[in-house]
Every structure is written in C-alpha cells, then in structure tokens.
C-alpha cells in the first residue's frame, strides 16, 4: 500500500503553501521530509494525513482517494505523532497509550485485555513502562514524546507519520527513536518524518525530499540526494561535508 499527493497545491483558506508537489510513501520505507522553518514541511505533513484538504490535486492511500476513507478507517492504516506537547489533563501515561486502541474499538468502550497487552508491549518497547502510572502531564517532555509515539504503535498501522519527533530528545533518546524508525520499517511500516537535521535522515531515512518556500528542491535516495549542495540550496548556507575516513560515514555541519 502507498501514501501518495498527486500534483498538490497546499496551504489554507486565504494562503497558497506550496504547488505542483508529487510525493509518495511505500510500506517498509523511510521518507524524511526536510527544509527550513515555514518551507511548508508540516503543511505539507498534514495534507497527506487528511488534517488540511489540499487546495488542489489528491491524496491516494491504497486505491482509494484519502477522503473516501472513515475517520476511523484512517486510523487502523496511519497513525500520526504530532510535535511533542503538554496535555490539559493528567491522564496516566498508561491511559494515553491505551487512547491509540479507540481506532479498533470506540472512544467510549473499556480496554480489553489485548489491549492492555498492546499498551505494556509499547510502553516496554521504548524502556517507560516504569511511567505507567504517572501523570501525561508530570513527566519531561522527552518522555512524553516517547508515550506519544508508544500510543501511535498502540493503533497498529500500516504508516507512521511523525512531525520532528526528535525536537526534544535528549541525544540518548534521539538514537533510540532513529533506531525505532529504522526497526519500524523492517517489519514493514511506512515511516515520514520531518527533521531539521540532514544527519537524521541519513541515519534512518532511504528517501530525503527537501522542501524550500513550498517548492521541491530534490527528491529521491537519501545518498543521491543529501550532497553539500543540494543542502546548501535548501538552508540557503554554507555546509560542511565530513567523512570518517575508517567507515565511510558521512555527516554534514552548517558552516
């Protein structure tokens, strides 16, 4: 199954984003959506979940129109895990992963056994099942970003969308994020993600598309893509190119 815009004009009301944008996310790979603040990545973002309707052209999931689909029947394919905040209630962490189940039960309903088992299997997955039973809104907010990603496995989808889901991630929990990513992928999930950072892509990322001022400066595999000047063209600045001269591995600095 694939995610695709065709032909996209993005924005809102009374502004245009972005026009002309093709883009498209296969089961079992990793697409990251880069550029700079106000490029129109979580614009672009939402469109393709259904939260923004595009001002022109059409978002297909499988077969079918992106709009053709229940709210709920959304759900059980994609699950969205939007920039970390902090909620109004004090739910437990528990409770908040548990909230990612409604998409196979309803919003009303009390958890089953399974899902209680999907809750735990999440929570131990990401090393917070300790958090459990404390408040959503009592915890920092590297944590709660870790809960939020643990509730969008909770769904069980096929997609996983993730806006900057290393913002406020200490360095060890960025490395377990990009790791999850990656694991994500191999057991099959399409995985979009925005980042501001080139070295997170290509850390976990197979496709890079790189967005400026609405507008697609590249798309396509991660090492073809991601060079110094493709990068410098899209933060309009200098950038350093590193290598390690042992493993090959390569990073990029803003110079």
Known sequence: MNIEGHDLAIGYPDHTVGRGLDIALATGEVLALLGPNGGGKTTLLKTLLGLLKPKSGEVRLGDKPLGDYSIRDRARVIAY?????????AFTVETVVLMGRTA???LFSRPSARDRAVALAVLERFGIAALADRPYTMISGGERQLVLLARALAQEPQFVVLDEPTASLDFGNQGKVMNEIRALAKS?????????DPNHALRAADRAFLLRDGTRIADGLVAAVLNREQLEALYQTSVERLTD????AVAFLPG
């Open 81 to 89: 895990v939007p920039q970390v905040h902090i909620g109004t209630f």
């Open 188 to 196: 099959g999930h399409g995985v979009l993600f925005t980042t501001h």
């Open 104 to 106: 196979h039960g309803t």
């Open 245 to 248: 001269n042992t493993s090959g």
